[in-house]
């Protein structure tokens, strides 16, 4: 069997890093109920769903229509900054990663952005660190720098290389570039394209290569 090299992103490809955001913020309108009545926490999210979770003026945003957030919005975010959630996998990933890492020409890795350390500890925490064999995490040179895919197409020059992402710009494209076979996670069924080689449903994704 020819060897294998399966490269995954991590955020929002591996872990589901909306329901690690959702939850914080979840746990943040608990602790200020008396300021986030229904309708404020509704208009949030509308906000949080609008600009997506890395915007960082959700309460900015929410305080132009209700101005008694206002006054509070440095204690709400040192409160959101405070609070721990558990994150959680996609389903089906940690099975699917028992599986390939099983096979004994086959080798998994990681190439994401952010810190190493920081990577290692969420790793560890979620019980998938023994799975990877090369872990890349370049802070200083992030994605859609070439640099990671270039590092890893050399070192591993007899493999077959694949890499999975959940985003075209900085996971498909420079992947394809630097010789890697690719694959575009998306949760939203709906979302699928014909155009990248989509799926949803990680144990199938897995089945393809056993």
Same mark, same amino acid.
């Given at each position: 069997?020819?060897?294998?090299?399966?490269?995954?992103?991590?955020?929002?490809?591996?872990?589901?890093?909306?329901?690690?955001?959702?939850?914080?913020?979840?746990?943040?309108? *608990?602790?200020? &109920?008396?300021?986030?009545?229904?309708?404020? =926490?509704?208009?949030?999210?509308?906000?949080?769903?609008?600009?997506?979770? +890395?915007?960082?003026?959700?309460? &900015?945003?929410?305080?132009?229509?209700?101005?008694?957030?206002?006054?509070? $919005?440095?204690?709400?975010?040192?409160?959101?900054?405070?609070? *721990?959630?558990? *994150? =959680?996998?996609?389903? *089906?990933?940690?099975?699917?990663?028992?599986?390939?890492?099983?096979?004994?020409? +086959? $080798?998994?890795?990681?190439?994401?952005?952010?810190?190493?350390?920081?990577?290692?500890?969420?790793?560890?925490?979620?019980?998938?660190?023994? %799975?990877?064999?090369?872990?890349?995490?370049?802070?200083?040179?992030?994605?859609?720098?070439?640099?990671? %895919?270039?590092?890893?197409?050399?070192? +591993?020059?007899? +493999?077959?290389?694949?890499?999975?992402?959940?985003?075209?710009?900085?996971?498909?494209?420079?992947?394809?570039?630097?010789?890697? $076979?690719?694959?575009?996670?998306?949760?939203? $069924?709906?979302?699928?394209?014909?155009?990248?080689?989509? %799926?949803?449903?990680?144990?199938?994704?897995?089945?393809?290569?056993?």
């Amino acid at each position: 069997m020819k060897k294998k090299l399966f490269c995954f992103d991590f955020d929002d490809t591996l872990v589901d890093e909306d329901y690690w955001f959702k939850a914080r913020w979840n746990k943040t309108f *608990e602790l200020h &109920q008396s300021l986030f009545t229904t309708i404020i =926490i509704k208009d949030f999210f509308d906000i949080y769903d609008l600009k997506g979770p +890395y915007y960082k003026f959700h309460l &900015q945003d929410l305080s132009l229509h209700h101005k008694e957030i206002k006054l509070s $919005k440095k204690q709400i975010i040192n409160t959101f900054k405070s609070i *721990e959630v558990k *994150e =959680i996998l996609f389903p *089906e990933v940690f099975n699917a990663l028992s599986r390939l890492s099983s096979v004994p020409n +086959y $080798k998994i890795g990681i190439i994401s952005n952010g810190s190493y350390n920081v990577l290692i500890k969420r790793l560890k925490h979620l019980n998938i660190y023994n %799975f990877f064999d090369t872990i890349i995490c370049d802070g200083y040179m992030k994605k859609p720098n070439n640099e990671s %895919f270039q590092t890893i197409f050399k070192n +591993y020059k007899d +493999y077959e290389l694949f890499y999975i992402g959940n985003d075209i710009r900085l996971d498909l494209i420079p992947a394809n570039e630097n010789g890697f $076979k690719t694959f575009l996670y998306v949760k939203d $069924k709906t979302r699928l394209n014909s155009k990248y080689n989509c %799926f949803s449903d990680y144990l199938s994704f897995s089945n393809q290569f056993l």
